[in-house]
C-alpha cells in the first residue's frame, strides 16, 4: 500500500504562547477544511493508503513545537512533518511573493502586486526547503499532492529528484488570463509555470482556469497541447477541472446538533422581527467588502420600506493584517460601516452587526441556519466554500446572492448571481432575495443541495487521487510505445523475411521536416538516396503518402521508382504508371470558399492558403500561436456550416485546415493499395493528424509509427523526425548485407 504526502504551506496548527505556556491552536480556512474532512473520515476511501502524511510549515521555532506536542499533546489521523523555516526567508516568502505578487495577480489586481527581486529569492528558498524536507521522507510508491499558489516551483524540484514519482498538484485560487499572467517578469513567469508542469496532474477549479493555464503554457514555453493534456519537454501532463466540495455531511448533522441549535434559537430570539443577511469573509481586498458596503447602502437607500425590518451581520476573519493592502481595506471597511450606521441608525435599531474575529464552527453553523440571506460578493475567488456550506445548511429557506466572479458560480447557477461592483444590481438582488416566495427559495436550493452532496470534498479529493493514477498510467503507456532498439530488431526480422513488402512514409514531418513555407521542404540528396535505395530491392513497393498536390511530389519524387499519393489519395501514381485522378467533383466549390479563407488570411497575419487540384488548406503555422489556433476554430466552425450537406469534409492537420471530398483520405487509400497488393509486411510511418486515419485502417495488419509524441492510433511513436533516416536506413541496410 502506498503512502499518500500532502504538502501545503502551513499545517493545520498553530502554537499560540502566552504566561499559562504554550497551546495548540486548530487553524481553519478553505484548504485546511478540505483535507482535515478527508484524512478525519475513517472509511475505505481514505484507508486506500496506508499513511497520510501532512507536511507543512509552523509558525514557531523547532523547540516550541516540540515542547507545546510534549505539553498538549496531539492526536491526529495523520502523521505530521512541519517545517521549519527562517522567519526573514519566510516573510518575504509569504507576504512578499505569495501575498503581494501572486495572489494579486492571480487575483486580478495587478496594480497592487509588488515585483521585488528579493521576494521571488525568497520564494525559490522556501520551496527549495521544502523540496529537501519531501526527499528526506519520500519513499517510492508515495503519491505526493502538492497544494496551491504558494508551492508553484514544488513540482518541478521533487520531479528532478524522483523523476518517476506521481505527484499532483492543485491550485486553490483563480489562474488568471494569459494577458494578467504575462505580467509577472519573464524569468519568473517561466519558472513558476515550469515548477506546475513537474506534476503529472495540475487541477484547478473550473474549466475557464484550465484554459488560462494551458494557454500560458502555449503562449511562455510553447507547450503543446491536445485537449487538456500539455506536452512538454517529453512529458505528458494532464490540466483538468476538479471544483471543490465541502463535508456536506458534516453540516447537515449541524442543523439537529444541539449547542448549534441553542446558538441558532438564541439569534433568532434576537433578531425576531428582522430578516438577518449575513456575510462571512476573510480580511481581503479580493473579498469586494466596500463594494458590498456600498451595495447595501443603496439597498436601504433604493428599498427604505426594509428599514428597521432587516439587519447584516458582516463577519471578518483576521488575516494577513501585516501587509499594508489589508491594514488601509480595514480602516475603509469600518469607516463605510460607521457612515452606514450612523445614517441610516434609529434609536431601536442599527443596519449592520459588523465582528471582526473568528467564529467557532459553532457558530459558524448556527449563523449559516437562521440567515435569510447570504450575501457572497468577492472580486474575485477561485470558488467561495463559504457558499456552498451556507446552501448545505440550509434547512427549508435561504437565499444565495453570489458573485458571478467566483468559481462558485459555475456550480451554483440557482444563486442569485450579481456582478459585485454593481452596486444597483446588489440593492437589487437584495430586495428580490428578502421577498423571493418559500416556494422558490426551497426549489432553488433543493437543485443546488443535489449538487453539492454529490460532488462533496470526498469525491474530489478520489476523483483528484483515481484522475492522477490515470494520468500516471498514460504517461506510461506513451513510454511503452516508443519504438525501442528491441522493436526495431523485430521489424527488422520481419522485414528481411518478408517478400513483398509495403512501406508507407508520409512526406511533410516525417521524410523531411517542418518548413515555415511548404516549398522549402524539397527533398535533401540524402533523402533521394535513401527512397533510391530502398526501392532498388525488388521486394519493396514504397509508398509517399502526403497531402501534398500531384505537381510537387512529381517535380521532387517523380523520377524514382515510387508510388506517389497526392492530396491524401486524390490523385495516384502507381509505381512506374501515370496518375490518375481518384476523384473528381466540379472545383467550383473551391471558388465559394476560398473568399472566406482569404479573410481569414486578412485577420491573421503570417497564415496563406494552398491550393491543390481537390483541396483547399489554410495554413497557420507561422501565425502567433494563440491567435492562429483560435482563428482557425472560427474558420473551422464557418467551413463546417458552409460544407454541411455537401460531399466536402474539413479537416484538422498539423497547423492547418483543409477541405476535402468526403472519402478521400489516407486510410481509405492505404487499404486500397494493399487490396491490391496483398504484402507480408507493411511498415507505415506518419507524423500528422491527417495520418491517425492511416494508422486506424492499417490497425492489426502491421507495423504503424507515429513520428513524435502525444496521442495515437499508431502502434509505436517515434520521439523525433531526426530519428525516422536512421531507422529506414537500418532496413536498406539488409538488402545489401543482410544482419540483425
Ligand atoms: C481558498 C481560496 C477556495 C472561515 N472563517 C472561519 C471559518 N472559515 C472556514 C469556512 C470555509 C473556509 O474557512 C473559507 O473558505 P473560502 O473558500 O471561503 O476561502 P479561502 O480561505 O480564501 O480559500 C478559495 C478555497 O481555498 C478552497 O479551495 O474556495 O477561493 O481563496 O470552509 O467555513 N471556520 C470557522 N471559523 C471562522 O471564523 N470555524
Known sequence: MSRLLIISNRLPFAVDKSDDGLAIRQSSGGLVSAIKSYFERSDKQ??????????????CSEEDWNSAVEQNGLSSDFTIEPVFPDKEVYENYYNGFSNSTLWPIFHYFPTLANYKKEY????????????????????????????????????????????????????HIPFPSYEIFRLLPTRWKRALLQGMLGADLVGFHTHDYVQHFIQSCKMILQADNQFTNILFKDRQIKADLFPIGIDYQKFRDAIVDNRVVNLATGLEEKFTSQKIIFSVDRLDYTKGLEYRLDGYEEFLNNYPEWMGKVVFILNIIPSRDFIDAYIQRKSSIEEKVSTINGKFSSLHWQPILYRYNHLSFDELCALYQVGDVALITPLRDGMNLVAKEYVASCIDKGVLIL??????????????????????????????????????????????????????????????????????ASQENLKNNLLTEEIT?????????????CILLDYD?????????PSMASPSGELLQLLKSLTDDKRNEVVIISGRDAETLEQWLGSLLLTLV??????????????????????????????LMQLFVNR????????????????????????????????RNSLLQLTGNTPLQVIDGNKVLEVRLVGVDKGTTALNIIKNLEPDFILCLGDDTTDEDMFRSLAGKGYTIKVGRGNTAAKFTMSAQQEVFPFLKKLVRQIKEPQL
Not at 497520510?52 to 510549515?57: E, F, L, N, R
Not at 436550493?445 to 490515470?470: G, P, T
Not at 521489424?491 to 513483398?500: G, L, M, P, V
Not at 489554410?618 to 472560427?634: C, I
Open 46 to 59: 481514505a484507508d486506500e493508503f496506508a499513511e497520510k502524511i501532512w507536511v507543512g510549515s509552523m509558525d
Open 489 to 501: 530488431r523485430t521489424i527488422i526480422e520481419d522485414y528481411i523475411t518478408a517478400e513483398r513488402r
Open 509 to 517: 514531418g516525417t521524410l523531411s521536416p517542418l518548413q515555415k513555407i
Open 604 to 635: 491573421c497575419a503570417g497564415s496563406f492558403i494552398e491550393e491543390k487540384k481537390s483541396t483547399l488548406a489554410w495554413h497557420y503555422r507561422n501565425t502567433h500561436a494563440e491567435l492562429g489556433f483560435s482563428r482557425s476554430r472560427e474558420l
Open 120 to 171: 521571488f529569492e525568497a520564494y525559490r528558498n522556501i520551496n527549495q526547503e521544502f523540496a529537501e524536507k519531501v526527499k528526506n521522507i519520500y519513499r517510492p510508491g508515495d503519491v505526493v499532492w502538492v497544494h496551491d499558489y504558494q508551492l508553484l516551483l514544488l513540482p518541478q524540484m521533487l520531479r528532478e529528484s524522483f523523476p518517476t514519482s506521481v505527484i499532483g498538484f492543485f491550485l
Open 566 to 595: 497526392a492530396e491524401h489519395g486524390a490523385a495516384v501514381k502507381q509505381r512506374g504508371g501515370e496518375w490518375q485522378v481518384q476523384a473528381t467533383m466540379a472545383s467550383e466549390w473551391k471558388d465559394k470558399l476560398k473568399p
Open 403 to 472: 458573485s458571478e466572479l467566483t468559481g462558485a458560480a459555475s456550480e451554483l447557477s440557482e444563486a442569485v448571481l450579481v456582478n459585485p461592483t454593481d452596486v444597483n444590481e446588489v440593492a437589487d438582488a437584495i430586495d428580490t432575495a428578502l421577498n423571493m416566495h418559500a416556494i422558490e427559495q426551497r426549489s432553488r436550493l433543493s437543485n443546488m443541495q443535489r449538487r453539492i452532496a454529490a460532488y462533496d470534498v470526498f469525491k474530489w479529493m478520489s476523483d483528484f487521487l483515481s484522475c492522477l493514477q490515470e494520468s500516471k
